[in-house]
């Protein structure tokens, strides 16, 4: 993604709320906010995903954990 654009996109959402639109709209779907993550956030997404991948293999082909 170009980094401009990455840039304002991020900007936009982080100041949503900030705007009576933006705050209405956010509060249909539920969330008050949004916040800036860091991607050790997502480490127990990485995790997840890297055990269904072992899950989804034939037992002879199966990966050992932290392979």
């Not at 401009?4 to 709209?25: M, T, W």
């Not at 916040?35 to 082909?61: I, N």
Request: net charge negative.
């Amino acid at each position: 993604m170009d980094p401009q654009i990455r840039s304002e996109l991020k900007e936009v959402f982080l100041n949503i709320h900030k705007d009576p639109e933006g705050a209405a709209l956010l509060e249909k779907i539920g969330i008050d906010h949004f916040e800036e993550g860091a991607d050790a956030d997502y480490d127990s997404v990485r995790a997840m995903q890297d055990w269904l991948s072992r899950q989804s293999q034939p037992a002879d082909q199966k990966i050992p954990p932290g392979s």
